[in-house]
């Protein structure tokens, strides 16, 4: 422990230049007095640094000096990838690793790049969850983050799509974030009838219990966690949608298609595309992921998309859209308050 520490103030002290007792003391949570010890410490093992004296006083190491010690422990070079993503390194459980590791890599390298390094953080922020959504509560994620770094089979109590619940035994292969929510790649660790044992993604939201058992596996020295994910995702978003619906959209409609459908979407819109009538209006294929939901995906749009079909789901809309207007013929215009009628801005 004193060890870590004093490789801490050394590299405290190479990285910022002039750092007081005090300044140590917090960034270390240790009392004024222990720093006094370290820095004794330290200039017994050979270490240059000496003490600036006044109200401006405090540490620094001479001129010149540099240790070509990075002190970077096991877990902290692991960490060094999510070193730009300290919230998702803080639910994996790595928060503090991030930073000490980000405080020796600072301290190794030449003062032109360490200055560009803290400029970097100071001017660039990756915030990963999308607009009108909160990052997914996940509870199992640092369990789950464990048995990946460890190559431990976990076992699990998982509930499908649909709420349905089954229990699994898993080979946890990585984790993938994903627009602000995790996912497990692994593979099941019992035999499947002789057949290759297939890759499988898990949301770590949905999983209700998990174990990790003191059981290691061999990892397959072929797998790729990108690849596998981007041949996974785009499958996925391919399966997906499987209702291709036939509409007319109007400018206003087709410009929007983008912003509300993503871009996989709004390529096979454009894709098959006719001309612009006379009014602009464009007939188009949008694939949906079912009639029922479609449905109310469309309705979004309001006047400025007509269903063409299947036939199916015109009806839908067409019944939709009847049953709002019933609702609010029944119940009358709502009487709206002098002055504040809204207007278009």
Do not use: C
Not at 34 to 54: F, K, N, Q
Not at 62 to 79: C, K, P, Q, V
Not at 129 to 138: C, I, K, L, M, N
């Amino acid at each position: 422990m004193r060890a870590s520490r004093l490789l801490s103030v050394l590299l405290t002290l190479q990285t910022r230049g002039h750092v007081t007792a005090q300044e140590l003391a917090d960034e270390l949570e240790v009392s004024v007095r222990t720093v006094y010890r370290d820095i004794e410490s330290l200039s017994a093992a050979g270490i240059p640094v000496y003490a600036e004296r006044g109200p401006a006083g405090g540490y620094r190491l001479l001129d010149g000096f540099r240790t070509r010690i990075n002190g970077l422990t096991a877990d902290e070079a692991d960490s060094l990838m999510l070193a730009g993503l300290p919230g998702p390194a803080a639910e994996l459980g790595l928060g503090a690793v991030v930073a000490s590791a980000q405080l020796k890599v600072r301290a190794g390298l030449a003062p032109e790049l360490r200055e560009r390094a803290a400029r970097t953080g100071e001017r660039f922020h990756l915030d990963t969850v999308g607009w009108y959504t909160e990052a997914e509560r996940s509870p199992h994620l640092a369990d789950a983050a464990n048995a990946v770094w460890h190559g431990r089979r976990i076992r699990i109590t998982y509930r499908r799509w649909g709420g349905a619940v089954a229990p699994r035994v898993l080979d946890p292969y990585g984790l993938v974030l994903k627009a602000g929510v995790w996912y497990l790649v692994a593979r099941h660790a019992g035999d499947e009838g002789g057949q290759p044992r297939k890759d499988r993604t898990y949301r770590v939201g949905r999983i209700l219990e998990l174990t990790v058992l003191n059981e290691e596996f061999e990892r397959d020295p072929g797998f790729s966690l990108s690849g596998y994910w981007t041949t996974w995702s785009e499958d996925f978003e391919r399966n997906l949608y499987q209702v291709p619906a036939v509409v007319r959209l109007s400018p206003r409609a087709r410009a929007a298609v983008a912003g509300l459908f993503g871009p996989r979407r709004e390529r096979v819109v454009a894709e098959t595309a006719g001309a612009p009538d006379a009014e602009g209006w464009v007939k188009a294929v949008l694939p949906l992921e079912t009639l029922r939901f479609g449905a109310l995906e469309l309705l979004r749009f309001g006047p400025e998309v007509e269903v063409l079909g299947p036939p199916e789901l015109r009806a839908d809309v067409e019944a939709a859209a009847r049953a709002v207007l019933a609702m609010y013929a029944a119940g009358g215009r709502p009487e709206v308050e002098s002055g504040t009628e809204p207007s278009d801005g």
